[in-house]
């Protein structure tokens, strides 16, 4: 089955720098992306789409350049959280979903990663 | 109000017992409907996918999606403790489009 690998799973990082997250999927062409946010006990709610080989379409209130989202190729697109800081720590997610038939199957999710800014 | 609204539990059952869960909406437009589990600090792992109204079923998981009502279900038969997770309604407008989560409904099947 589609499997997507995200990583790190967990980071720390200190107040002000800047952290990379990666998404890639590892059987399929992943013509879309989708970056999620997460709280405790809350749902998932969707930062920004990106599609490959262009910019990411962002969610109202999100901030553009604060979370980067790159998308190069078709098996892996990139969240950077630039100048983090305390109220960035969250759990984050990213999703893929394939062209043709992969596309009317839901979609896959990475296994989050948990970021800790101190 | 939230386009998909989903009681946030926690729902606790004894192992064995029928997990009902369910999810209402308020936008027409949506057209495939799905149920993702979440464990603890992972990924949501997608249960099942439907499109329009109608039931479907594979193996202890049985979901439903009555769009007369704007009103879909997910069945678990056969609890297991290993069921024990949150539960995910999500749905989109189109195959492809970008998902509406509900809040998640938190279930404890008890051994």
């Known amino acids: 089955g589609a499997v997507v690998s995200q990583h790190p799973s967990r980071v720390i990082c200190k107040s002000g720098t800047s952290v990379k997250i990666e998404c890639r999927s590892l059987?399929?062409?992943?013509?879309?992306m989708f970056w999620y946010r997460q709280f405790p006990k809350q749902s998932l709610m969707l930062m920004a789409t990106?599609?490959?080989?262009?910019?990411?379409?962002?969610e109202q209130g999100v901030e553009k350049d604060k979370f980067l989202i790159n998308h190069a190729s078709l098996t892996l697109s990139t969240l950077t959280v630039t100048s983090a800081h305390p109220e960035d720590s969250s759990f984050y997610i990213c999703?893929?979903?394939?062209?043709?038939?992969?596309?009317?199957?839901?979609?896959?999710f990475g296994s989050g990663t948990r970021l800790t800014v101190v | 109000q939230k386009e998909v609204e989903q009681d946030p539990g926690p729902l606790s059952v004894p192992e064995g017992a029928i997990v009902s869960l369910n999810c209402t909406y308020s936008?027409?437009?949506?057209?495939?409907f799905m149920w993702y589990r979440q464990y603890s600090r992972k990924g949501p792992e997608l249960l099942m996918y439907?499109?329009?109204?109608g039931n479907k079923e594979d193996g202890r998981f049985t979901a439903q999606v009555d769009k007369s009502s704007k009103y879909i279900s997910l069945f678990i038969r056969d609890s297991q403790p290993s069921d024990s997770a949150t539960y995910l309604c999500?749905?989109?407008?189109?195959?492809?489009?970008?998902?509406?989560f509900g809040g998640g409904t938190r279930v404890l099947v008890k051994p």
């Open positions: 059987d399929f062409q992943a013509t879309t």
């Open positions: 439907t499109y329009s109204s």
């Open positions: 999500a749905m989109s407008k189109a195959a492809g489009n970008k998902l509406t």
């Open positions: 999703s893929a979903r394939g062209a043709g038939n992969l596309a009317n199957y839901g979609y896959t």
């Open positions: 936008n027409s437009a949506f057209q495939y």
């Open positions: 990106s599609n490959e080989g262009s910019k990411a379409t962002y």
